[in-house]
């Protein structure tokens, strides 16, 4: 079930919300055993099963084994002290995990790619990917390790449920951590339900809008350009830097929309989730930009990859190659595919060079051609993260490189002259159309202001303090009232072209 | 601390944002539908042929009072010249072609149109044999309905999808920006739109529609045309476009099946088989004669029709 789908929005979400409201009234007069509280958990991790299983309901026993089997386990370690019974039970427990995440996501990719390099051949079904595997294998992956280091008890498996399968976060993150969600269980949920259904909603349609009217639109942009690469097409340079441009905005409209909606209907059921996003295309540097752009997947991967591979701390080689390693692991973990195993390579030398020149060098750059330097590069690797294929990618870098000429002078001269036909005949020659001008020349400078200047959107409801917006910053008005309430106007009147969010597939 | 008092106050806050919230979102996005539906009542939206559902209007809107009128989509506007089959048949001759775009429901409009300006002997209605596997024209029907009681015949689901749909508001802002210059880039030529290139034909393409494809919902305006044509004492009959000549071979039990369609309607079908077009005689599409061949299909269709002239 898509968050931005009129069954999730109009049927699902409020269905789910009234009766985890209504359950306080009802257990008003119980005795004390029957907390309603662990009712409202118990509700809210059936209803997350449920709307885990209106995807494909044949994937149930798969999660419901997964938690299964990871609470055990945990379960299983609380009882030992000895150390190497504790580390094996990690073990064991990373092995499941691994073997699920490698059976359903990456088997296909490297049997296919044995079979490239054996000349072999195998017939093998395609295995359908889970959705949200990559998700809750992570979260249960770091739960284990957190419980090997003692760091996190164990509580009712209802509860433990509920962090895997909490619906606003199962199928795309924030990647949460046990200790996050646990302590918000086991305080009564908070009762001030008008303030969270304020700010949970606001935050919501922020992100629905988001995705519906800025990344949807873009992606009418993005798509046909990549498409035509992906035919053999030879893009010229505007319509090349106009196809990663695009995408760069989709990917990130997409992505942070989602998350905005996850922390939204969070805080409606009065539940506070990580941010994911904080501004990641205002970042000044790539390590700057890491730190805004998929928050909980980057720590996750600081936390669980980076460290326990040396961290920094076995010499600077060391540390490069730790970092380079990540990056490739990371990018293999959206996805099993060369393409985002470049994408990840990619942002590891970025990552590399760029603590490479905070060493050799005690020069401060400007924060401004830091910016540029940053955003151009995180352009430049979105192109195979969204390219079908190698080639594909290729033929965008050609593009982008000039490598099929230039047609800068014709594509400016005619927006001096009409807005018509003849303008869009260059688009035309560029390979798009009227409606991908349109886009172009408005969605498209839009959103890249938006991503630049504008706060975001946690950061004008005050939920993250990372900046200050100050009077400008959301408050319970009628003007803020209005204004939401026209994202969200138009978010429902583009209901009739619903795309799914693109870390789905991851 | 908060005290109580405070708190009820914040409570009261948040209870009045949402409120707010709700009853501006309510109002904005009923007013955009308003505004769609209006738009829709009033031709503001931006259709793609609107150009062309114009030119035919003019003609029913002129003085002329035509004995034969055919209705349909493109494959008649490319197959039939109006000027030709007049010299045949000796008889006035209207050729009010739209595009497949307006479907069966556009023509059904066509033809009520016709017969509030004037009564003609024969109404021929042709389409292209693959409308049958396309989904039902609403937004054809909705951009030629008559009034607004025509809106009845939609599924209120269809009313509610497409009243509230940011691209219908969209459509209404090109519609005035093109009446404030743009150009427009579609090209009437020998009374329809002009063709682009031929088709390339591609011997990998897939000529054969089954059964299966066939969309029985279709029927819904087929019928209304039917009883429309009855109740009005309208001589109405029914002739299959032309057809590239693959699809003609490799699609016969499609064909049978949508003739047994048409007929069950209650309308006569004029032609057994659609005129089958060789490769030299295929214009932009498949089902599209080409310029040259124009007035050959017109003699072709004029020997089918001959015996309800």
Known sequence: ?506 | MMSQNSSISSSKTFRGYVRALLTFTVLLSGGFSLLVAYGYQHGWMDFAFIKLYQYQLSKIESDARPDIVFVGDSSLGNAIDADEFQRLSGKHVQNLALTGAYGYAGTFNMIRRVTQANNPELVIIMHTPDIFTRPIAYDGYLHTALSLKDWRDIPFSILVKTFTNFDAVMSMARTFVRKSGMPDNMVISNDYIRQGPALNLDDNSNHQLSEASINLEKKMFLKKISAFCGDNGLQCVYAFGPWLELFCQQSQSFIKKTKEIVISTGLRVATEQPKCLSPNELGDAWDHVAPHSKKEATSFYFKKLQPFL
Not at chain 1, 227 to 244: K, M, N, R, S
């Open chain 1, 1 to 506: 079930m898509l968050f931005n789908s009129p069954e999730f929005l109009f049927i699902f979400l409020p269905i789910v919300f009234c009766l985890y409201r209504l359950i306080p009234l009802l257990c008003r007069d119980r005795p004390e055993a029957l907390n309603s509280q662990d009712f409202q958990i118990k509700f809210l991790f059936l209803a997350s099963l449920c709307f885990y299983a209106y995807w494909r309901w044949q994937y149930l026993p798969l999660i419901l084994m997964s938690i299964g089997t990871n609470y055990g386990l945990s379960v299983w370690m609380a009882g030992k002290t000895n150390q190497k019974a504790r580390k094996f039970i990690l073990v064991a427990g990373l092995l499941f995990n691994l073997g699920l995440l490698g059976y359903f996501k990456y088997a296909n990719f490297f049997i296919t790619n044995i079979q490239h390099l054996t000349s072999t051949n195998y017939n093998l079904d395609a295995i359908i990917l889970p959705i949200g595997i990559s998700f809750f294998t992570f979260q249960q992956i770091a739960y284990l390790v957190d419980r090997y280091r003692q760091q996190v008890g164990v509580g009712s498996l209802w509860r433990y449920g509920l962090f895997v399968t909490f619906f606003p976060q199962l199928i795309a993150g924030p990647i949460v951590h046990h200790a996050q969600m646990m302590p918000q269980f086991d305080k009564p949920f908070k009762k001030d339900i008008w303030n969270n259904l304020a700010l949970g909603s606001t935050i919501f349609i922020i992100g629905l809008f988001k995705k519906i009217a800025i990344a949807d639109s873009v992606a009418l942009l993005s798509s046909p350009v990549f498409g035509a690469a992906q035919q053999g097409a030879d893009l010229t340079f505007v319509t090349a830097w106009l196809g990663a441009l695009a995408y760069t905005m989709q990917i990130y409209f997409d992505f942070s929309g989602y998350s905005d909606m996850a922390v939204g209907l969070g805080i409606l059921f009065g539940i506070r989730l990580p941010a994911n996003f904080n501004s990641p295309y205002k970042a000044t540097s790539i390590i700057d930009f890491w730190q805004r752009w998929h928050m909980t997947l980057s720590q996750f991967l600081k936390d669980y990859l980076y460290i326990p591979l040396g961290g920094n701390r076995c010499g600077s080689r060391r540390k490069l190659i730790n970092i380079l390693l990540t990056m490739a692991l990371g990018g293999l973990w959206h996805g099993a595919a060369w393409n985002f195993v470049i994408w990840g390579v990619l942002h590891g030398i970025y990552i590399a060079l760029n603590h490479l020149w905070r060493r050799i060098t005690f020069v401060h750059m400007p924060p401004v051609f830091g910016w540029a330097i940053t955003f151009v590069m995180v352009v430049i690797a979105w192109v195979p993260f969204r390219a079908a294929d190698l080639d594909t990618t290729i033929r965008l870098y050609q593009g982008m490189a000039g490598l099929n000429g230039i047609s800068l002078p014709t594509f400016i001269q005619p927006v001096f002259q009409q807005l018509g036909d003849d303008f869009a005949q260059v688009f035309a020659y560029n390979g798009l159309g009227p409606i991908n001008l349109w886009i172009a020349v408005t969605i498209l400078p839009m959103s890249i202001v938006v991503s630049l200047i504008m706060p975001n959107s946690l950061e004008w409801t005050r939920l993250q303090s990372m900046g200050t917006v100050g009077r400008y910053s959301w408050q319970p008005s009628i003007a803020s009232a209005t204004y939401i309430a026209f994202l969200l106007s138009i978010s429902v009147l583009k209901f009739n072209d619903v795309s799914e969010f693109l870390y789905f597939q991851f």
